[in-house]
Each structure stands twice: as structure tokens, then as C-alpha cells.
């Protein structure tokens, strides 16, 4: 048994010449697939639901774009600091395999543990939220309708995934048509229908309004909108083009997200006005119900309860595979380790990740709004594992100084730190100026120690 466990923790070691020689994925994607993917990953059904929450934190229009720009230039920063990261250490397991290098097992492990229960069920459930919030604006079910709707969404993609019936590429690439079509439309509104007016009497409210000064909120809300180009880690090691162009996929990924988010919020801005905005649950479909009537409003409810769905089932479907990657890591996990041969899925992973998203859901039945309350939940956990990804590219420079990157952040040490110091307030904001649910995420996070003392206790048992 100890030559064994010796064996086990040879092949895990972090050093990272072995990480090389064990890993070595097929290069399969071009720049375009990755530019695509990109882009896909991060304009999800979110720029349809945080908008109104932004708008509620800032006191001007002009304050409202400027936080959406600054959006896009902290995610060019944080892009090119991922662009050394991904193109120095390719690897599938992307944030994992960085924070692993970075700080070890331990810290690692507890990234694993906060995906699982924090950051890819968080994400879900206020996916499901989404959904939940523009299917009542069909057909309300009472006064939890978006709590139900939500539980249902959940409840349908996770078995649908676990019998193995996974949606095809076809449909798949149908559907998020149906997403890009939906926000050309919505621009389009704006573009035609939208009052200049609105715009510029927004400038500065009077102190009656409803809205209420918060920079830092606004911006987790906007970078909320903008997350998930860092999941761009996980494909670097398939990229057949080169390593710098990752950097290109990034960089222009992000050019075209800022593009596209400017322009939508444009026009929700011109055609709602901040207040409206603000106090709007459905923000695209009142856009259109203003501009063309409830028919086009219902429209536009379909493609983003699709769209909610879409990216709903491909966070469940990527989750249920981390998650399943721990399980086969970590000993205190094993029974997410299994992979179910007969319907070829880690079974138990959706099962678990299900049961998880479920009771995140219910925690919507306590609060004003369930989407919000997921934000609160995920966020600071979130910035926490993303500042020490910044902090560990600092690490990586010493630890590793003979790796040669085909990319080096330029300006070394300055954006890194602004990185780093800009994803610090966001951990700060997201605790400070949240409720409880920020609360309780954290509470989880701090759970996760108790399987890692577990995990070290096997250890030393199987020596």
C-alpha cells in the first residue's frame, strides 16, 4: 500500500515537466473555434437580467455605460493575464491546474470543493433563475413562479443529462443562433425606436429617485455579465494554431463581448431610461413591449428562456465533468468518480450537482429576488479563487523561471497588479455591499476545509 500511495503521488507531483509528459491533448481547434467559443461561453441569458440590476446602482446614463466599458477594459487586463498563464502551462484542468501549480494540493482542492458547491451550482441556479423570470412573464404560477420554474429547469436538463440524451452540436449551434438573434433584435430596437431623449435626461437624477449609488456592486454585476472568458483556459492545450493565438482568440473574443454588450445596453438605456431599467424584472421583453407591443415582447421571452436553458444545460453538463475530475482526485470524493459505462456519464456527479443546484434554488423562496441572491452567493467566492489565479501568476514567474512563454503580460508587473487589485475590491464589494447570501457562500466555502482534514486523515491511513 505505501508503494502505492508513493506511486499515486509521483504521478501527481507539480512539477512541471511531468505535467507535460502525461498530458498531451489532441490540437484540434482553430483560432476562429476558440474565438467562437469564447464568445459563446460568456454572452449568455445573463445580459438579459443584469443590466436592470446595474442600472439600480449607478446615478446617471453616462455612469451606467461607463461601468460596462470599464467591464470590457478589466476583462482585456485579466485576459492578457491569462493569455501567459494558458499559453506557459496548457492544460485541460485551467484554473485548477494554475492555482495547483501555484499553491499546492490543498488550495487546489478547495477550488475543486468551491466549483462543485459554490461557483458551477451558483451558476446554474441563477441560470434557472433567469429562465424562472422571463417563463412567468408567460405564464406566472403563483407567487414563487420563478422559484418553480427554476426547480423544473433544473430538475428536466439534469435528467435529460443523466439518461445521456445530450442535446447534438446541430441543435446546440440552433440555439445559440436563436440567442445572437435575439440580441441584433433587441439592438435593432434601440437603434430604431429608441428616444434620444431618455439619454440625455437621465444625465443626473434627483435625489428622490430610486436608484442608489453603489460603484462596486454595479461592477460585480457587470462582470458577472462578462465572466466566463477565463473558461478559455480549459481548451488552450487544444489549440492547433499556436500559442499566441490564444492571446488573438482572447483579445478579439472580448473586442466583439464589449462590442455587443455596449450596443444592447444602448438601447435598453435609450428605449427604458435608467429608472426603467431599473425597476424592470424582464428587461428585454419590456424593451419591447415599449417599442413594438406585447407580441414582439413575447418573442423576445422565448429566445431568452432558450437561451437561459442553453447555457444552463452547458454549465450542468461541463459541472457534473469537474466535478467527476475530483471524484477521481481526491479519495473523500471517490463516489463522484464513477463513470456510469451503460449511459457513458458520471451519473452521480449530475446527481450530486443536481441535488445541490436544487437546494440553492430554494433558497430563492426566502429572498426578494432568487437571481440576485445567487449573484450574492457565487461572487465572492468567485473573486477569491480569481485573485489568487492573478496572484499565482506572480508565483509562477519565479517558481517556474526557466518556462518559456510564447506571451508575457506586457507591462509586467503593472496589469497583473492592477488585476490583482481590481479583483481584491470586487472579493471586498461582493462581501460589503451584499446580503446573506454572500454569507452563506462563504460559510460553504469554509465547509470545505472539513473534507480536506478528511482527505488527509485517509491519507495517512492507506500509509
Not at 4 to 28: G, M, Q
Not at 230 to 237: D, F, G, R, T
Amino acid at each position: 500500500m505505501k508503494n502505492l500511495t508513493k506511486n499515486s503521488d509521483t504521478v501527481k507531483t507539480d512539477v512541471l515537466k511531468d505535467e507535460k509528459a502525461t498530458y498531451k491533448p489532441k490540437k484540434s481547434l482553430s483560432t476562429t473555434d476558440a474565438i467562437a467559443l469564447i464568445v459563446g461561453l460568456v454572452v449568455g441569458a445573463g445580459i438579459f437580467k443584469t443590466p436592470s440590476l446595474v442600472a439600480g446602482h449607478v446615478d446617471s446614463a453616462a455612469g451606467f455605460m461607463g461601468v460596462w466599458v470599464l467591464g470590457g477594459v478589466f476583462s482585456f487586463i485579466g485576459a492578457l493575464c491569462y493569455a501567459e498563464l494558458t499559453t506557459a502551462y496548457p492544460n485541460a484542468g485551467g484554473d485548477y491546474h494554475f492555482i495547483r501549480l501555484s499553491f499546492g494540493r490543498k488550495v487546489a482542492f478547495l477550488f475543486a470543493w468551491a466549483r462543485m458547491s459554490v461557483i458551477q451550482t451558483g451558476s446554474i441556479a441563477l441560470l434557472a433563475f433567469i429562465f424562472g423570470d422571463y417563463a412567468t412573464q408567460l405564464y406566472a404560477l403563483g407567487d414563487y413562479s420563478s422559484v418553480i420554474y427554476a426547480a423544473l429547469a433544473i430538475l428536466i436538463l439534469t435528467s435529460i443529462n443523466i439518461l445521456g440524451v445530450n442535446m447534438g452540436t446541430g441543435v446546440q449551434k440552433i440555439l445559440t443562433l436563436a440567442e445572437i438573434v435575439g440580441i441584433l433584435l433587441l439592438i435593432g430596437v434601440g437603434v430604431f425606436y429608441g428616444s434620444e431623449s431618455v439619454v440625455s435626461g437621465a444625465e443626473m437624477l434627483d435625489n428622490d429617485s430610486i436608484l442608489n449609488t453603489n460603484f462596486g456592486l454595479a461592477m460585480v454585476f457587470v462582470l458577472l455579465t462578462f465572466g466566463g472568458w477565463n473558461e478559455a483556459a480549459y481548451i488552450s492545450a487544444e489549440l492547433k494554431s499556436g500559442k499566441k493565438q490564444m492571446v488573438r482568440a482572447l483579445l478579439i473574443g472580448i473586442g466583439i463581448i464589449t462590442l455587443l454588450y455596449g450596443l444592447i445596453n444602448l438601447s435598453y438605456l435609450k428605449v427604458l431610461g435608467l429608472e426603467g431599467m431599473a425597476t424592470s424584472s424582464a428587461i428585454a421583453s419590456d424593451m419591447m413591449m415599449a417599442s413594438l407591443g406585447r407580441g414582439w415582447a413575447i418573442v423576445i421571452v422565448v429566445l431568452v428562456a432558450i437561451a437561459a436553458l442553453t447555457s444552463a444545460n452547458a454549465t450542468i453538463f461541463t459541472g457534473a465533468r469537474s466535478n467527476y475530475a475530483l471524484g477521481r482526485d481526491f479519495e473523500v470524493f471517490s463516489a463522484l468518480g464513477n463513470w456510469n459505462h451503460d449511459l457513458s456519464v458520471p451519473k452521480m456527479a449530475f446527481i450530486v450537482q443536481g441535488v445541490v443546484s436544487l437546494s440553492l434554488v430554494g433558497l430563492g423562496i426566502f429572498s426578494r429576488d432568487g437571481f440576485e441572491t445567487m449573484v450574492e452567493y457565487t461572487a465572492p467566492v468567485f473573486w477569491f479563487f480569481f485573485l489568487l489565479t492573478g496572484i499565482g501568476l506572480f508565483i509562477l514567474r519565479v517558481k517556474y523561471r526557466a518556462q518559456k512563454s510564447a506571451f508575457q503580460v506586457p507591462f509586467y508587473p503593472v496589469l497583473p497588479i492592477i488585476f490583482c487589485l481590481t479583483s481584491l475590491y470586487l472579493l471586498y464589494s461582493s462581501v460589503a455591499y451584499t446580503g446573506w447570501g454572500a454569507l452563506v457562500g462563504i460559510g460553504v466555502l469554509i465547509i470545505g476545509f472539513f473534507p480536506l482534514v478528511l482527505q488527509k486523515n485517509k491519507k495517512l491511513k492507506s500509509k
